[in-house]
């Protein structure tokens, strides 16, 4: 495996729930807890390859979810319109911060 994408860990916050146990145990491991391959093959009585499978299954899953439902999109498009609203606010532009968050979708 190359490099972390820790960016993944983002969307294992928003679609973790969608992932098998072993996906997730694996992942945690890697990423939360920074354990190696070996070390997660130990723990979780497997192979090394099998430890690795399982991490890069879930983060498969995980950019496949992101693909499909755009949850992590739509938040940080929501957060970008907030803070622009709250701008709006505070220059006293009501009607503009109004009209920004009706387009907000949550």
Known sequence: MTGKDLSLVILYD????????KEKESFEYYYLDDLSL???????????????????RAEKSLLNYEEKLG????????????????????EGKNEEAKRVLENTKF
């Open 14 to 21: 928003i679609y973790s729930n969608l992932l098998s146990e």
């Open 38 to 56: 070996s070390e997660i093959a130990e723990i979780m009585h497997t192979s090394r390859q099998g430890a690795r499978d399982n991490i890069v």
């Open 71 to 90: 949850l992590k999109k739509k938040n940080e498009e929501n957060d970008k319109n907030i803070s622009l609203a709250i701008s709006l606010l505070d």
